[in-house]
């Protein structure tokens, strides 16, 4: 990636309040063979069935087999990994999914839905994925990802794009009914993450995000014009 690595570690993310219903917080990148603490949060009891039964959900939605990788370290339990999914929803985008945030949501969403997340990227680089499940690993029992909230990685992800930062916004890839998924022992709510240039990050901060939507950008487009600069 053009951050010089496919894996992306940082402290606890520092969340500060940017506008009504935004929130940032960013994420530092270090070498991969660094030493890891184990992670500071309540972990809620996952079942088997629950992750058997979101994936089999996912499957049938994206209707390609998955590649899976590996987040958090193998101590790490739950884990966190990605299920990805080349070819969804057509032959030119990649679509993947968090799998394990939700088995540790903040203490705000106890009892509701729990949250994972999503990006369809017209790309076939999985340094999009793993940007997706670090995202996820960092900020798993301490952020609620709310429609609106802001994620700063600081440099850009892939080589193929200039963008840096993540808006949070509903599922594009749903029916917003099919982004509820009912399964035993939760209901799991998926949100997906949209690639933004930093200058369109400034902007949202500035506009807020109705400045952004109004725009309808393809949000999928890694090399979309800069709605900033236009």
């Given at each position: 990636?053009?951050?010089?690595?496919?894996r992306?570690?940082?402290?606890a993310?520092q969340l500060?309040?940017m506008?009504?219903?935004s929130?940032?917080?960013?994420?530092?990148?270090?070498?991969?063979?660094?030493t890891?603490?184990?992670?500071?949060?309540?972990?809620?009891e996952?079942t088997?069935?629950?992750?058997?039964?979101y994936?089999?959900?996912l499957?049938?939605?994206m209707g390609?087999?998955?590649?899976h990788?590996?987040?958090?370290d193998?101590?790490?339990?739950p884990?966190?990994?990605?299920?990805s999914?080349?070819?969804?929803?057509?032959?030119?985008?990649?679509?993947s999914f968090t799998?394990g945030?939700?088995s540790?949501p903040?203490p705000?969403e106890?009892?509701?839905?729990?949250?994972?997340?999503?990006i369809?990227?017209?790309?076939?680089?999985?340094?999009w994925a793993?940007a997706?499940?670090e995202?996820?690993?960092?900020?798993?029992g301490q952020?609620?990802f709310?429609?609106g909230?802001?994620i700063?990685?600081g440099?850009?992800?892939?080589a193929e794009?200039?963008m840096?930062?993540?808006?949070?916004?509903e599922p594009l890839l749903?029916d917003p009914r099919?982004s509820?998924?009912?399964c035993?022992g939760?209901h799991?709510?998926?949100?997906?993450?949209c690639?933004?240039?930093?200058?369109e990050?400034?902007?949202?901060?500035?506009r807020?995000?109705?400045?952004?939507?109004?725009s309808?950008?393809?949000?999928s487009d890694?090399?979309?014009a800069n709605?900033?600069?236009s």
């Open positions: 990636s053009a951050c010089g690595m496919r992306f570690e940082g402290p993310p500060n309040v506008y009504v219903r929130t940032e917080f960013g994420l530092r990148t270090r070498d991969h063979r660094g890891k603490m184990r992670p500071l949060y309540q972990v809620r996952a088997m069935s629950d992750e058997a039964e994936l089999d959900y499957d049938r939605m390609v087999e998955p590649a990788y590996p987040i958090t193998a101590d790490v339990s884990p966190i990994y990605v299920a999914y080349v070819g969804a929803p057509d032959a030119l985008h990649t679509s799998v945030l939700s540790a903040p705000s106890v009892g509701i839905a729990v949250i994972e997340l999503s369809s990227v017209r790309s076939r680089d999985t340094v793993f997706l499940g995202v996820a690993r960092q900020a798993r952020h609620s709310d429609v909230d802001t700063n990685f440099c850009p992800m892939s794009s200039a840096s930062p993540f808006l949070v916004i749903f099919a509820l998924v009912h035993t939760r799991i709510l998926i949100r997906q993450l690639p933004l240039y930093a200058e990050l400034r902007a949202i901060r500035e807020g995000v109705d400045w952004f939507a109004s309808s950008p393809v949000v890694i090399s979309r709605l900033a600069r």
